[in-house]
């Protein structure tokens, strides 16, 4: 209700307001009238645009609405003066005013050739004009951008005049804004030129908002009515009129047709449009930020990730470095081109005593021995070859800082670094004592390990080249062959501890005797060879001959004995004795046992003889392993006297061989060659038992003889002395006292418990030990005092001429006296003439044993000429 009122009090308001302007403008105007004689029209044509919402179209009906119809009526209203406002094609608007049928014509522009005929109000609305064109075009922003284009107009409108006069001349004309619109929105066309106000109202009205965009105003055009220009008297009456049209009632018709004001709407077209922008830009902003929300998002994660490699480096680079520093091998990087050290593990500065010397300081070339085979030449090869990439392993003599060297075994390999640079990647292994054994080995195998001579292989080679020398220069090569005279002896007696020491002495010697070019090899036991190369004549090789017996006489003390080595020696020439090794050292051989034949500490130069010689030696100690089942033994028996009474006491065994082709061959002959082969021991137990079974039948046969028995060192060292004994005693039922055993010196004194041990048990048998060839051995009482012997038989090299011999006659004595006093019965073998027996008897000695009173024989003879006939 209070709304009501209100618009009643307001029209009210309006209605006495129009009253009072109407009189005043009858006031106003009487005068004029009066002056120009001019009564004002009772009524007046306006013409229009009929097009031009919302100033003025026309509605469903046909019936003009808008704006300008309102204010036209209000005018009218106002002023009294009826208003035929005729809606038209503009162009037969402008038509009809430009021919006086219109007293009036507005929404019209104000151009040059229109003010020439038209008197324009004031303008009424600002309307800008810009072109619409379809939002999916893009590139259109000013008039130059039209040109291409067939631009849509309305008939008549300014803006034809206005694109003509820039050039464009592609203009489609339309009846209407609205035809202009319907075109566009049908495609037809796709550009046009409209005055804003109706564009946006009349794309509001079809709903196309979305589908038209529109550039920045070509121009601004100003709403004016206008009457020609030679109508003074009207122009002030339409302005009369409508300065009685207040503001706010223009306002509200405007707002009215709108729904609020033209410019508001402008305003709120330009608040839309920069709410889109604002949009955009809060919609670009809010992208920004989210972009840049992730971004720190992912450079934090980057930045965490990065921090976690980095960690991970820095441990994975500790343990790297825990490891480069910590492994067994030296590793280091070079540039193959400079060989300069780049990097290195602490092995590395261990292994070649680098200490803290900066690596920069350091190239490999420090780091080799730089002797040949190892030399600059070598190690160029292997690395260019590395270089090249092919990954190489050698052996290396190698140099510490200090100048040492040392071996190592290198492994070397092209390393590509991310710098893109190549460099070597080398891991070394310390192999000194791999090397050392390896050289160590080698040695061994040409090398004999007691005196480090070399040994046959060795040897073989030297002679090989010495005889290609000699023949190349002409010359000889002599090959001497050596054997120790006595190194059974020592090693038998004095054990091998001394046997070696005695051959380490020998071999010692002999290298003060020969050039540094000769030769001197150890073929095992006590053999010896000695090349000489490039030798004159046999003279030279005599005086080396020389030299080597007048070197290795002196004695030397093994074990607090003095030993005497003598060597024999044989000797086979190139070319003269052969052209190869092994014919020179058979001949050499052959040479050597000449030599010893011819009474040891001797030499021989090969002669044919020689050879014949050394085959028999061969034949003979083969033989000799078939001569025991073959039945070849025999025993001879020679007989032994009490001097006291002149009577046949017992007989010592002394073995025989009858070989088929040689006949009787001496034991002093065969008996060395079965110690060396060990069948003196079966050889040994056979004589046990025949010399037994023999005494044994003796004494059946009514003669009390003792048996006395030779025994060999080895017996006591390998075989079963003791049942061996036992075994002949029983088989033969001899009382063991009736068997004496003749012990050497040497055994005596070889290792001292068990020839006790087994003294003692043999004596514990009941059997008597006598100690053979007394006085050539090491002749010593304090043996005789320890072992239970009960004889000691004096050799016959002091025997044999005691009689004219006084230092033997001297030592004679002394062993009998001696002997007598240790209680032990004495025996002179070797007794050849009764002179001797005379001395003997003279000096107290027991028994006698000697060619005198018979030699060795066989059992019947021994039978017969001894125990049946007496000796004197
Ligand atoms: N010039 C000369 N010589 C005399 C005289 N009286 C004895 N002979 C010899 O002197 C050697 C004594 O034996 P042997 O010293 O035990 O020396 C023996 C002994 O060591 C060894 N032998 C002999 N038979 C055996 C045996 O059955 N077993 C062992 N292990 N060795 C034996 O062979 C060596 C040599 O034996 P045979 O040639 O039989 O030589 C015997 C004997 O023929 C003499 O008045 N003048």
Known sequence: MRVDAGRWGVALLDRTRTCVVALCLVVMLAPVARAEEVAPPQSIIVVTDDNYPPYIFRDQDGRLQGILRDLWSLWSERTGIAVDLQGLDWAEAQRRMAAGQ?????????????????????????????????????????????????????????????????????????????????????????????????????????????????????????????????????????????????????????????????????????????????????????????????????????????????????????????????????IFIHRADTGRLLMVNQRMRDMYGMGDLPVDRIDVGMCSAGVSPYGAAEAQVWLRAAAAGQPQQFDWHARRLDGSLFWVEVSMRLARFSDGQNRLLVVVRDITERKNAQDRLEFMAHHDPLT?????????????????????EGRRVAL?????????????????????????????????????????????????????????????????????????????????????????????????????FDTLMKKADAAMYHAKESGRSTYRFFAARMNADAVAHLALRSGLHRALERGEFQLYFQPQVSLAGGAVVGAEALIRWNHPERGLVSPAEFIPVAEDSGLIVPMGDWVLRQACRQAALWQAGGHALTMAVNLSALQFRRGDLERAVREALEESGLAPHSLELELTESIMIQDHEAVMDMTRRLGALGVQLSIDDFGTGYSSMAYLKRFAVDKLKIDQSFVRDVHTDTDNAAITQAIIQMAHSLKLEVIAEGVEVTEVVEFLRHHGCDLAQGFLYGRPMTAQRFEKTVLDGPIS
């Open 102 to 330: 219109a007293d009036a014509i507005d929404t019209v522009f104000r151009t040059e050739a229109r003010e020439r005929v038209l008197a324009f109000s004031a303008p009424y609305a600002t309307l800008d004009v810009p072109i619409f064109f379809h939002s999916d075009l893009s590139g259109i922003v000013d008039v130059t951008s039209l040109k291409g284009f067939t631009i849509g107009a309305k008939d008549g409108d300014a803006c034809v005049d206005w694109l003509k006069a820039r050039g464009i001349a592609s203009i489609r004309p339309y009846p209407s804004y609205e035809a202009i619109i319907d075109a566009m929105a049908a495609r037809e066309t796709l550009v046009a030129c409209i005055d804003k106000p109706p564009a946006l109202y009349l794309m509001y009205k079809k709903g196309m908002q979305d589908v038209l965009r529109h550039t920045q105003p070509l121009y601004s055009g100003q709403f004016h009515w206008a009457v020609a220009k030679d109508r003074p008297e009207l122009m002030h009456v339409l302005r009369q009129g409508f300065d009685l049209i207040s503001p706010r009632e223009r306002q509200a018709i405007e707002e009215r047709w709108f729904g609020f004001s033209l410019n508001d709407r402008v305003q709120a077209e330009v608040w839309r449009e920069m709410g889109k922008y604002v949009l955009a830009v809060l919609a670009v902003a809010l992208l920004l930020l989210i972009w840049n929300w992730l971004l720190r998002r992912q450079v934090a994660h980057k930045t965490q990730s990065l921090t976690l490699a980095l960690d991970e480096l820095a441990e994975s680079e500790g343990r790297f470095r825990t490891i480069f520093d910590h492994v067994n091998d030296a």
């Open 452 to 472: 480090e001579l070399p040994n046959r292989l060795l040897l073989q080679d030297r002679v090989d080249r010495a005889i290609a020398l000699a023949e190349r």
């Open 480 to 580: 001497m062959f050596l054997d120790l005279d006595q190194f059974k002896t020592v090693n038998d007696s004095l054990g091998h501890a001394a046997g070696d020491r005695l051959l380490k002495d020998v071999a010692w010697r002999l290298r003060q005797c020969v050039r540094e070019s000769d030769t001197i090899a150890r073929l095992g036991g006590d053999e010896f060879v000695i090349v000489l190369n490039a030798v004159r004549d046999a003279d030279g090789v005599v005086e080396v001959a020389e030299k080597i017996h007048k070197s290795v006489a002196p004695p030397i003390t093994i074990e607090g004995q003095e030993v005497t080595s003598t060597l024999s020696m044989g000797i086979a020439m190139f070319p003269e004795d052969g052209h190869d």
